[in-house]
Structure formats: C-alpha cells, structure tokens
C-alpha cells in the first residue's frame, strides 16, 4: 500500500481552478486503480502553512534532533518524508509557484528529515518515491525564449531531485488565457493525458 499526498496549491476554489479538475481526474483514475492506498489531500489554504520562524531556525533544528512530529514546521517535512507519492497542483503565478507552495517547500525540505549534509555536500534522503505536477499556465512556456522564463516547474523539478526525488513528471497544460485558444479542447486533451498517466505512477 502506497501513501499519495495530494498537494493542491491555487487561492481558486474547487469547480473553480482548472487546475484541480486535471488533477482531480487523475486522482480520480489512481483511486479506482489502486483502491488499497491511502490518499492525502493537502489543500495548502486550510492548513496554515507557516512561514519558517523568525530568530528561531536554531530552535526548529533542535527539534529535529528529538524528531519531533508534533512541531509546526517539522510535521508537515515528517508527513513528506512518510509518504511514498506526490501529485502537485499549481497554477504557474508571475513565472514562479504560488508562494503558499514555496512556503510549504520551506517547510519540507529540512535538513536531517528529507535531506542531509554529507562531506561531498548535500543529498537526498527522500528515495524511491516519484512525483507528478500537474500544472496550467495562461501563456505558452513550450518553446523559447518563454520556456526559460518559466520557473515553477522547473523549480519543483529541481527541489524534489534536491530530496532525492528525481522520478518527477510534469503535465503542464499552456495557453489557457489566450483568448483564441479553444480551452475546452486543452483542458479535455489534459483529461486524457492525466488520465493516461495513472496506470504507471
Ligand atoms: C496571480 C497570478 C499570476 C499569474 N501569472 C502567470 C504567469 O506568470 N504566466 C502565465 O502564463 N500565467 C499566469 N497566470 C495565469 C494562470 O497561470 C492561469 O490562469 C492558471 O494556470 C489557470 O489555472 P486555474 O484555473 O487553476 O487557476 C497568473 C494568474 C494569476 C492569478
């Protein structure tokens, strides 16, 4: 049995954001694939997502050494580390990942829990787990010169290999606030590219 977090990071509500309905449709297949796993729905705008603690890092590292789950911080880089999968929805904002995600990288990606300093430098200790993020963007970042501009899920990509997580997919789906674009036929070519991707992950 696998433990899926489900991490969802948009301010637009469910039925709003076209974001969660592609990710909702492949939760949807995973489930009906793999009913014996556990999903674990993360909407990071219900769980009060705390910036790291002012003049108190020294404070939040000494709790890792008495691996303290109940902290504030710490438990949501536990429940990371516990888990086995990661499907991450995001809409790309100002070409970064909205902040309350960023805020939620900071808070799981903590020394000594999903990675640790070695004498050759940082590695990963987050192994044989694998990610998928599902991501919208209203502009077209496929080619250049936008694609260098794009900075979400390349920075996902990036600070989940950082943990040792390097099995990363992406689903993007471009071009959704181009007023000619045919979003119908986008958003159903992403149900189907989401769906198509359950049965492997
Ligand atoms: C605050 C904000 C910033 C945005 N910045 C970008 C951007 O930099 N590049 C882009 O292509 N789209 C940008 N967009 C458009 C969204 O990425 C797009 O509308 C969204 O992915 C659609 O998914 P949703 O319906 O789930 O929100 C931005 C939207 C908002 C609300």
């Known amino acids: ?5 489900y991490i969802k990071a948009n301010a637009k509500g469910e039925g709003e954001s076209r974001t969660f309905q592609i990710a909702d449709s492949f939760i949807k297949e995973y489930k009906q694939l793999n009913p014996q796993d556990e999903v674990i729905e993360l909407d990071l705008y219900d769980l009060n997502i705390p910036f790291l603690p002012k003049g108190k890092l020294n404070e939040m590292h ?11 911080v710490l438990k949501f880089a ?5 888990a086995d999968k990661y499907v ?15 805020a939620y990288i900071d808070c799981v990606a903590i020394s000594g829990i999903t990675f640790t300093y070695t004498e050759n ?18 502009g077209d970042y496929s080619a250049e010169p936008m694609e260098s501009l794009e900075m979400a ?26 007023v000619t674009e045919d979003t119908t036929a986008l958003l159903n070519d992403s149900f189907e590219r ?5 049965p492997s992950f």
């Open 1 to 5: 049995m696998s433990k899926v977090l």
């Open 62 to 72: 000494e709790a890792v050494m008495q691996k303290d789950k109940n902290h504030p």
């Open 78 to 82: 536990y429940q990371f580390a516990e």
């Open 88 to 102: 991450i929805a995001e809409p790309i904002w100002n070409l970064g990942l909205p902040a309350i995600l960023k």
């Open 121 to 138: 430098g940082p590695v990963g200790l987050c192994h044989n787990k694998k990610a998928i993020n599902i991501i919208t963007r209203g």
């Open 153 to 178: 899920d390349k920075y996902l990509r990036n600070i989940f290999g950082f943990m040792g997580i390097t099995d990363f997919t992406t689903i993007a789906t471009d071009r959704l606030d181009i």
């Open 194 to 198: 989401a769906k198509t991707a359950a």
